[in-house]
């Protein structure tokens, strides 16, 4: 069985400090911590952002990650208010931990 959440080495806000411990179980628990019903649309942001890490050793900003969701999902879902719609708050850092990525560096 895969181990809790919480049971996890995390930072102090809550991000996985070994990306190796991530899981799509561990982000669905991730998800309901944080209020957040995963959908289709939300996969489709979790694993973008997984492969954006991969290429780049960085978890994106708002702006980056606006326009690598245009690019890859197309210009109606590569808005700030579509990512807002499916992470309340902060897309970027709200996305991040999800996807158990570091939480992106110019995010308050």
Known sequence: M???YQNLALDEE????DLNDWSE???TEIAEVEGVELTDAHWDII??????Y?????????????????KKLG??????????TLFPGS??????????LPKPANCL
């Open 14 to 17: 809550g991000y996985l400090l």
């Open 91 to 100: 897309p970027p850092k709200l996305s991040a931990k999800i996807a158990g």
């Open 75 to 84: 210009a109606d879902k590569g808005k700030s208010i579509y990512l807002m």
């Open 54 to 70: 991969k290429e780049f050793e960085v978890s994106p900003a708002m702006r980056p990650l606006v326009k690598a969701v245009s």
């Open 25 to 27: 179980s561990l982000a």
């Open 47 to 52: 694993y973008l952002l997984r492969d954006f």
């Open 2 to 4: 895969q181990p809790s």
